[in-house]
Each structure stands twice: as C-alpha cells, then as structure tokens.
C-alpha cells in the first residue's frame, strides 16, 4: 500500500487561509470516508485535528475543516496562526484492511 | 484524560528482538482498540499495528508482517509488541495510541513515543 500524496511543504501568512491536499487512490480515499488529519509540532506526539472527513474533535478549533473529492482528501485551515506551524499528516483506512499515511507537510506561517 | 506511557525502546543488534509496553490510564482501556504508530527519524508516520479491545483481532503492515506481534493485557491495562528479526528500517520512534471507538481506525490518544534504534 503506497503513501498518500501530500505536498512537502506550503506556507502562508497570519490571518489567510490554506489548504493542505491529500491524493490517494479508489483504494483508500476514493472509497472509504475515513478520511483523518494529525498536526504535529516538533518533538511532540500527534495530535488528531479531523476524522471521518470533516469532524472536528471536541476542542479542536473551528478553524480547521476538512473536506474530500474523488480520491484527494483537503484540510484548510482558516484565519491562520502561529501556533498553526506544524506538520500535518492526512490517512486513511485502506480496503485491505489497513492504514495509510500521508507523507505530510511542513505548514510554515510567515 | 487519556495517558499514554511508552516503554522498553533502546538500542538493539539488527536480527535480535525486542518487547515494548504502553501503560494506558484515564480511560476503560478494556474497550478500545490499540494501535502502534512509528516515525523513523526526520520521516513520517507508519502505522504498525492494531488490536481490537478484547484481544481476539490484529491487523499489521506488510512492512512488519510476521515479525511484530502486537498483545494486550487488559486486566494490566498494558499494550505490547513485540518485534523481531529486527532491521535497521524499524529504527523509529514507536509510539501507542488510542483508537477513536469509531469505523475507520483514528488515533484519539497518544503516548511520548520510545524510540528503538537497530544498530550494530
């Protein structure tokens, strides 16, 4: 089971919004709806922002929403923030039964 | 609040074998699924391995099929693997994590991660 694709990196300035892609395939994201988004911060464990496409965890802020088309999952995040520099990473549940991870991208806020 | 403890990681000879543990509180372990996650240095994430919450299922990647085994203990409220045959590709930070309780295998929890080093 191959990697999702994500772009290595993608930066933006505080107060835009962004949006972070995730390509898999009619395997994983084209099939299943179990579509999920990570943030992690250097040296920290991750931390789960969005599952199931587009549902945000309690005390996760609204500014991240999540979305899918065909075989690409996206995260956008809105109003951007310093403290939104991190990695994300996008999986998804595969059909032979197991997960696949994207190779994350580095968010870096100007 | 979930609490994720990783223990066991360390440096061990490629080919030889090593048993990591993940003391979980703050939730009713016996009812979650329990996964390994690993991240090689500077790399991204990998999932290992998954168990249902009684113990009766498990999933692996193919990258560790046959060589990990992943275990719980719920009356110890503990989360095993076991890995063998080890190769310098497993060298990562191995962390466990709590499964969401929802289809589609999400990671609500997660422990500090111990990080196994295979060198010789």
């Known amino acids: 089971q191959s990697a999702l694709t994500q772009p290595a990196s993608v930066s933006g300035s505080p107060g835009q919004s962004i949006t972070l892609s995730c390509t898999g395939t009619?395997?994983?994201?084209?099939?299943?709806?179990?579509v999920s988004w990570y943030q992690q911060h250097p040296g920290k464990a991750p931390k789960l922002m969005i599952y199931?496409?587009?549902d945000r965890p309690s005390g996760v802020s609204n500014r991240f929403s999540g979305s899918k088309s065909g075989n690409t999952a996206s995260l956008t995040i809105s109003g951007l923030q310093a403290e939104d520099e991190a990695d994300y990473y996008c999986?998804?549940?595969?059909?032979?039964?197991?997960?696949?991870f994207g190779g994350g991208t580095k968010l870096t806020v100007l | 609040q979930v609490q994720l403890v990783e223990s066991g990681g360390g440096v061990v000879q490629p080919g030889r074998s090593l048993r990591l543990s993940c003391a979980a509180s703050?939730?009713?372990?016996?009812?979650?699924?329990m996964h390994w996650v690993r991240q090689a240095p500077g790399k991204g994430l990998e999932w290992v391995a998954l168990?249902?919450?009684?113990?009766?299922?498990?999933y692996y990647a193919d990258s560790v099929k046959g060589r990990f085994t992943i275990s719980r203990d719920n009356s110890k409220n503990t989360l095993y693997v076991q890995m063998s045959s080890l190769t310098a590709e497993d060298t990562a930070v191995y962390y466990c994590?709590?499964?969401?309780?929802?289809?589609?295998?999400?990671?609500?929890?997660w422990g500090q991660g111990t990080l196994v080093t295979v060198s010789s």
């Open positions: 994590a709590k499964d969401l309780g929802r289809s589609g295998w999400f990671f609500d929890g």
């Open positions: 703050g939730f009713t372990f016996s009812t979650y699924g």
């Open positions: 168990i249902s919450y009684d113990g009766r299922n498990e």
């Open positions: 009619s395997s994983d994201i084209g099939t299943y709806d179990y």
């Open positions: 199931d496409v587009s």
């Open positions: 999986s998804s549940y595969t059909s032979i039964t197991t997960l696949v």
